[in-house]
């Protein structure tokens, strides 16, 4: 029974995956003791990079599932699909903890925004706070300086009245 795949990697992801997979095949094409007779397509062509690019990392658990992508032949598989599959999983592993970080990095930027707006908000309520504070202030000094002078003209006109 052949098992279909449902899930395919995104396309951002591929590019890498298939300039790894490209390099890996002109090393093991070039370390091939068998290297004069097989082309490095022989261990896997383009098309077939492309191809295991697509596959989603989900689907891609075992090397047996490199060999049923490729539909290759037992022997290639006892050959290559292992060290394929090592390719496509350190891949896999380095692009996990590469989100990871950038997650993390992205909440700490969330988490400084909101620190800097929070900041940015104090500020200006303590502005707002530190403006009311100084008009009630001189509203009472102005306050208490006018019942002040009133009381001194009241007394003047006492004193006004009286040496009339």
Do not use: C
């Not at 091939?32 to 295991?52: C, E, N, Q, R």
């Amino acid at each position: 029974m052949k098992r279909k795949f449902l899930k395919s990697r995104i396309p951002g992801d591929r590019k890498e995956l298939v300039a790894r997979l490209l390099t890996w095949r002109l090393k093991a094409s070039t370390n091939d003791p068998l290297a004069a007779v097989h082309p490095p397509s022989f261990i896997v062509d383009d098309k077939g990079i492309l191809t295991l690019a697509k596959l989603h990392p989900a689907e891609v658990t075992h090397h047996e599932q490199v060999v049923s992508a490729l539909k290759e032949t037992q022997e290639w598989r006892d050959e290559w699909s292992a060290k394929i599959f090592n390719v496509i999983q350190k891949y896999d592993q380095e692009l996990i903890r590469r989100r990871k970080v950038e997650s993390v990095q992205v909440k700490e930027r969330m988490k400084r925004a909101k620190m800097e707006q929070d900041l940015a908000r104090f500020r200006e309520e303590s502005e707002k706070t530190a403006a009311q504070i100084e008009q009630e202030t001189l509203q009472r000094f102005a306050g208490k300086s006018l019942g002040t002078n009133n009381v001194a003209l009241r007394r003047s006109d006492r004193l006004g009245r009286h040496k009339r």
